[in-house]
């Protein structure tokens, strides 16, 4: 059905954790669902990017899945797959307190208007708005680097939004490329089934003991460091490091599959190659398949006509919102780039919304 209420205060983009923790701050800040903000998402279902993690990933292998403001997240079984698990729970949650979210509606650019407003425009027609709250994460850009050689390559290349089941190279030789989190999980399970390399362009970073909440602080704090210079955020979750007491990084580390070997240099047709440095002779493995799990960038090629891109190749922010604009703010981009980060910034951003566009409204308790 079309929605009735194309001019609205505020439209959010995306209905991730960052989405709908925004929803709800702007709902419990007094705005009008449908007439005051809607939610605009491009998936077919609720979950954002979880609805599309491979199949092995659960939420006793995750990092930890904060809940959403106001509604806990009980699931029946943590070993369940994060897939099913989550997308169960952000339905449940825009059930609950009835979110605006339109969906399938792909935001494709947002420009400023003439009167000084925005205009929303999609593949469902144009919102206009007063501000605007984007909230797309990272999951639609993989980001792959490019090596010499890499368009020879014979064997399959993917990255870690494609994988599906280690049981796909069973028989095959899977070089697994990145030093974060998904690639040691993933080498763990298709260590397997098959054999395996593992490089990283830098160590990787272990941490004995355990996480804290100061050693969060500081991570955050680095991100949030490079986001007010306009550098490209790094990944919070990525800075954490891999924590030597985790279930699947020790078992990891005590079957030898963690034996890091550093960045190839090229590509052959059927492998990677090391060049000679140092007296030392180059060397070649064969490799059936490389899969990538080097990241992801953010996803707002929509907002390119606003030229908010800096210097650094990032986006300059102040809190949650662009430097010198208070009325677009980014969700889950930056130092908010986590399940908790998103909780807060979406919250935060609904209260700094309220006070500059709607100081007339009540906010319930
Ligand atoms: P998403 O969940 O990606 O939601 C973005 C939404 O925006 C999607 O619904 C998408 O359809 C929509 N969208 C995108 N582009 C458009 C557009 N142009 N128009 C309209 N809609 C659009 N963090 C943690 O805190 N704990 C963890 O355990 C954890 N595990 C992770 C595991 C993996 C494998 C990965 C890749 C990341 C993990 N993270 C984890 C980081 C995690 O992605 C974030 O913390 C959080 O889930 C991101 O939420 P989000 O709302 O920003 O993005």
């Known amino acids: 059905s079309t929605p009735a209420f194309r001019d609205v205060d505020v439209v959010v983009i995306g209905a991730g954790q960052a989405g709908l923790s925004t929803a709800y701050g702007l709902l419990r800040q007094g705005f009008e669902p449908h007439t005051g903000f809607v939610v605009l998402d491009a998936d077919d279902g609720p979950g954002g990017a979880w609805q599309h993690r491979w199949p092995s990933l659960t939420l006793t292998t995750t990092h930890r899945v904060h809940d959403l403001p106001g509604l806990p997240f009980s699931p029946d079984d943590h070993g369940a797959p994060a897939v099913e698990s989550v997308p169960a729970y952000f339905a449940e949650y825009e059930r609950s307190f009835d979110l605006p979210v339109i969906r399938p509606v792909r935001v494709i650019a947002v420009r400023r208007t003439d009167d000084d407003r925005f205009r929303v425009e999609t593949d469902a027609g144009a919102w206009t708005a007063r501000a605007v709250v984007n909230a797309t994460g990272t999951w639609t850009r993989p980001f792959v680097p490019r090596y010499p050689g890499q368009d020879t390559f014979r ?24 030093g974060g989190a998904s690639a040691t999980q993933l080498l763990g399970e298709i260590s397997r089934v098959t054999s395996t390399t593992w490089v990283t362009r830098r160590e990787p970073v272990w941490r004995d003991g355990v996480f804290d909440e100061d050693a969060g602080r500081a991570v955050v704090a680095q991100v949030e460091q490079a986001v007010r210079e306009g550098r490209r955020p790094g990944s919070v979750v990525g800075l954490t490091g891999l924590l030597t007491s985790t279930p699947y990084i020790r078992d990891g580390l005590d079957r030898g599959v963690l034996q890091r070997r550093p960045m190839f240099d090229h590509i052959t047709p059927d492998g990677v190659a090391w060049d000679p440095s140092d007296g030392r002779e180059g060397i070649a493995i064969h490799a059936d ?46 130092p908010s780039a986590s399940t908790i980060g998103a909780n807060r910034a979406g919250q935060s951003a609904a209260r700094q919304l309220r006070r500059l566009l709607r100081p007339d409204l009540a906010r319930s308790a």
């Open 155 to 178: 064997g399959r290349q993917l990255h870690t939004v494609e994988y599906r089941a280690a049981e796909d190279f069973r028989g095959r030789h899977v070089v697994v490329v990145g």
């Open 289 to 334: 398949v490389i899969l990538w799990a080097t990241g992801f960038r953010a996803a707002v090629g929509h907002l390119a006509p606003l030229q908010l891109r800096a210097p650094g190749g990032g986006i300059r922010m102040d809190g949650t919102h662009v430097a010198g604009e208070p009325r677009i703010h980014l969700v889950g981009y930056g």
